[in-house]
């Protein structure tokens, strides 16, 4: 059960490392389309649906470790909570910057 949970807890951290990539990459998209009058100079992207769909998988990955837990027992629950706290740390310190890019 350990083994699985560390495992989903990677993929989660892997998911927020490409949220990380993607919202700057919109953030770029942005400032570029801001700079650029001339629309024809403007390339179409999938960055925004990208980055809404790694947020999704995210979410959805941080709640699934959150439900493991409750079957773990207290002292496996003890190591992993501090871990699941940084993780949402992390996350929450993008929110500003994801309502801005979404």
């Known amino acids: 059960?350990?083994?699985e949970w560390a495992a989903r807890f990677e993929q989660a951290e892997g998911t927020l490392k490409r949220i990380g990539?993607?919202?700057a990459w919109r953030e770029l998209e942005i400032r570029e389309r801001?700079?650029?009058c001339d629309t024809s100079m403007q390339i179409?992207?999938?960055t925004k649906d990208d980055l809404k769909a790694q947020v999704g998988a995210f979410v959805g990955a941080f709640f699934t470790l959150n439900e493991q837990q409750v079957v773990c027992?207290?002292?496996v629950r003890a190591r992993q909570t501090p871990h699941l706290q940084e993780l949402w740390k992390r996350f929450q310190s993008l929110e500003l910057r994801l309502a801005k890019a979404l």
């Open 73 to 75: 027992s207290r002292a």
């Open 21 to 23: 990539t993607l919202l």
């Open 1 to 3: 059960m350990e083994q």
């Open 34 to 36: 801001r700079e650029t």
């Open 44 to 46: 179409a992207t999938s």
